[in-house]
C-alpha cells in the first residue's frame, strides 16, 4: 500500500495511490507498507539507487542502516509493533530527501497509524519532510518509556508474588519474569538503535534543520540517555527475582528430599531386624517362642522411633 501526505491550504492531505498514480503536488511523504512486485516497480521512478528490499530492511551492520547517497540520507530503524501481549520489533527505511520523506517497510507499524492521525486531524503541525520524521521518532521514544513503566509494574507485581513463596503462583511467576526480561531487551534494543538514527540523523542533516528542530533532537537523545539506565536496572531487578523464584523452588525440593531422606533413614533399622527375622536358617530360637513376632514388632518400633527422636534432638526435623 502506498500513502501519500501532501501539504496544501487546509493542512496535510492524505491520498492512497495506485501504481497509475503520481506523487501529488506538495507531497512531503511517501509511505510504503508491504509493497507488491508492481509497487516497487512503481517506486523505482523516484529512486536513483536501488529500491530497498526485504534482504536489506534485514541488515545490522551500520554502514547498511546509516549512510548517504545520490538519494539522500538513508537511516534504517527498529519500530515497535505491539499486536495484542506480544512486541515485535519492524525495521523502517527512512530516504530523506529535501523536499520528501520515503519510508518503506513489511509491516504495519502502530505509532505510524498514530502520527496519521495526528496528522488528519491536524494535532501536529508539519512543514517539512524532516519534521515528519522527528514526529515519528519522538512518538517512538515517548512509547518505549510507556512500555518500561509497563516492565516496571509488571515486575513490582512479580516481585511481591515470588517473595509471597507460594508454589500455586511460581509457574506464572517465572512466566510473566521471562515475559518482561523479552519486552526489556526489546525496548533497549530500540533505544540503542534510535540513538544511533538521532545522532546520525544530527551529525549529516544539520543543513535542513533550524534551531528548534536541533534542539528538539538533543531532547530526544537526552531522554534515550536517562531512559537507557533504567533498562539496566530492570535487567538486574529481573535477573534477581529469576534467581530468588528459582531459589524458593529449589528449597521446596530441598524439603521434599530431606523428607524421603530422613523417612528412609527411619525405617531403615525396622528393615535390618525384619531382613534378619526373615532369613531362613534352620535354627533361629525365637521363631519357636511364642512371644517371638510381639519381640520383633516392639524392636522395629522402638528402632524408628529412637531414629526419629535422635533427630529431633539434632534439630534435622
Known amino acids: 500500500m502506498i500513502t501519500a501526505y501532501s501539504l496544501n491550504e487546509s493542512g496535510v ?12 503536488p506538495g507531497c512531503i ?18 529512486f536513483v539507487e536501488e529500491v530497498p528490499d526485504t ?23 527498529l519500530f515497535p509493533h505491539r499486536a495484542g501481549k506480544d512486541i515485535r520489533n519492524i525495521n523502517v527505511s527512512f530516504n530523506l530527501r529535501k523536499n520528501i520523506l520515503i519510508t518503506l517497510r513489511d509491516d504495519e507499524v502502530g505509532l505510524f497509524r498514530l502520527v496519521r492521525n495526528y496528522l488528519k486531524r491536524q494535532q501536529i503541525d508539519v512543514q517539512a519532510p524532516l519534521e515528519i520524521m522527528i514526529r515519528l521518532f ?22 511481591q508474588m515470588a ?22 531487551g526489546q525496548i533497549r534494543l530500540n533505544l540503542m538503535d534510535s540513538q544511533r538514527s538521532m545522532r546520525f540523523l544530527a551529525r549529516n542533516s544539520r543543513a535542513l534543520m533550524d534551531d528548534s528542530q536541533l534542539i528538539e533532537v538533543k531532547e530526544m537523545l537526552r531522554d534515550i540517555d536517562s531512559l537507557l539506565p533504567h533498562t539496566s536496572f530492570l535487567f538486574d531487578k529481573i535477573n534477581f527475582l529469576m534467581d530468588a523464584t528459582m531459589g524458593f523452588s529449589n528449597l521446596e525440593q530441598s524439603r521434599i528430599i530431606k523428607i524421603f531422606s530422613i523417612a528412609a533413614v527411619v525405617f531403615l533399622p525396622p528393615t535390618v531386624i525384619a531382613s534378619a527375622y526373615g532369613m531362613n536358617f534352620r535354627v533361629m530360637p ?13 524392636m522395629m518400633f522402638m528402632s524408628a ?10 534439630g534435622w526435623l
Do not use: C
Not at 286 to 298: I, K, R, V
Open 29 to 46: 511523504w511517501l509511505d510504503v507498507v508491504e509493497p507488491e512486485e508492481n509497487e516497487r516497480e512503481w517506486l523505482d521512478q523516484y
Open 305 to 314: 522411633a529412637s531414629t526419629y527422636l535422635f533427630f529431633k534432638v539434632k
Open 286 to 298: 525365637e521363631l519357636d517362642w511364642a512371644f517371638g513376632y510381639p519381640m520383633a514388632l516392639a
Open 138 to 159: 519522538t512518538a517512538k521514544v515517548d512509547y518505549l518509556a510507556d512500555l518500561l513503566e509497563e516492565v516496571y509494574e509488571s515486575l513490582e507485581e512479580a516481585s
Open 163 to 184: 517473595l509471597r513463596d507460594q508454589s500455586s503462583e511460581r509457574d506464572e511467576v517465572l512466566k510473566n519474569i521471562t515475559v518482561q526480561e523479552d519486552f526489556n
Open 55 to 77: 534482504e536489506d530492511l534485514d541488515e545490522i551492520e551500520a554502514t547498511s542502516r546509516f549512510f548517504t547517497d545520490k538519494d539522500g540520507l538513508h537511516i534504517l530503524s
Open 13 to 24: 492531505q492524505i491520498d492512497t495511490l495506485g501504481i497509475e498514480d503520481r506523487l501529488p
